[in-house]
């Protein structure tokens, strides 16, 4: 786990092996989002990054028979 300093603007610095993990370069958006008592930040991706990303899911569940 990694911790971080507020600056008195009220920024913080995302750390360079998470940012690089994430991929998150300059201009890219992030989403913020208070949950319970914790901060969470999200990357948001294009619909051409997210393309794919389901691929082998198993959609050989048993449905309910209202929802076929």
Known sequence: ??????SPEFQVLIPRSIRESLNIKPGKKIKVIQYKNRIELIPVKSVKEMRG?????????KRDSDRI
């Open 53 to 61: 990303f389901l691929k082998g899911i198993n959609t050989t569940i």
């Open 1 to 6: 786990m990694k911790v971080v300093t507020v």
